[in-house]
């Protein structure tokens, strides 16, 4: 299946330029590579070393092809907003200067810019992506919906990155180092407990589990625990409650009461009842 684009991208971002012509219509000039510092809102932490030498004995042979993107800080300082492996690169590979593109920007859209050149690229792991979306809601107050609308992809996508920083960290360590996918995540989050969800994770990594066979076992934990404190005449609402768990990756709960009852959702952040909320409206 062909993989949807982003609806919006730096063609957006940068009205007054097409991405491939910035050189043309925006303000272009050659920086010294020591005048440039890292951006405090890059999304991306994780560099590949062997990916970034080869990019290093590329920019050797061929030269920077596309200008990384900076805003001025003062006293002749400029603070990257997008192209950070370009310009390590250019420093390994012995570069004093590096052609740039000077933005006049705050912090929102400098983690705006830096954020969608990276989803762009398909250069974020699945939790970098979460994190970005989360930094943006915490310290700008955007909304998943507002966030939706400035990268161009579904609220529904944004809310279920988002809900990947509820995993224990270790889970999340494997996600970012792409052992586990979004996918297997995704299951894992149905755990209640950090210590279920680290359990599952290591046992999926060490067998190579597919995300349908993650499925199969967190169901049957699920189950399993909840058979072991209720009736077994109860295993028809233990079952579906095991399916909505998966379905909305936080715990849920059936109180049955004569021909009615309850269906409690529970939630555990305001992130995570954003992504149950998405949930039931998509």
């Known amino acids: 299946m062909e993989k949807k684009a ?29 005048d440039i510092v890292p951006n405090r809102y890059q999304p991306r932490h994780i560099f590949a070393p062997a990916e970034l030498a080869e990019l290093t004995a590329s920019i050797k042979e061929t030269g920077v092809l596309q200008p990384i993107i900076v805003r001025r800080k003062g006293d002749g300082i400029f603070e990257l907003i997008s192209g950070e492996r370009r310009w390590r690169a ?24 830096a954020l969608v050149e990276n989803l762009q690229r398909e250069d974020l792991n699945p939790m970098e992506t979460g994190r970005a979306y989360l930094r943006m809601m915490n310290e700008f107050g955007l909304t998943q919906d507002v966030i939706a609308q400035k990268v161009g992809c579904d609220r529904s996508s944004v809310a279920n990155s988002v809900r990947l920083t509820n995993l224990h960290p270790e889970v999340q360590e494997l996600v970012e180092i792409r052992s586990l996918s979004a996918g297997h995540a995704k299951v894992i989050l149905g755990l209640e407990s950090p210590e279920s969800q680290m359990r599952v994770a290591r046992l999926v990594v060490s067998r190579g589990l597919s995300v349908r066979e993650t499925e199969k076992m967190v169901e049957s934990s699920l189950v399993g625990r909840k058979r072991t404190k209720k009736a077994a005449g109860k295993s028809q609402w233990i079952d579906l ?5 998966r379905r909305f990756g ?11 009852g309850k269906l409690v959702i529970h939630y ?14 998509s």
């Open 250 to 260: 936080t715990k849920v709960t059936i109180h049955p009461r004569g021909q009615g």
């Open 90 to 113: 250019s420093k390994e590979a012995g570069l004093e200067t590096i052609q740039a593109v000077i933005r006049n920007c705050g912090d929102q859209e400098s983690l705006l810019l």
């Open 268 to 281: 555990f952040s305001p992130q995570e009842l954003d992504g149950v909320v998405e949930t039931l409206l």
């Open 6 to 34: 982003l609806g919006k991208g730096l063609d957006a971002l940068l009205p007054s330029a097409k991405v491939g012509k910035l050189v043309e219509t925006v303000d272009v000039q050659y920086l010294r590579v020591d």
């Open 241 to 245: 409650e095991a399916r909505l768990q």
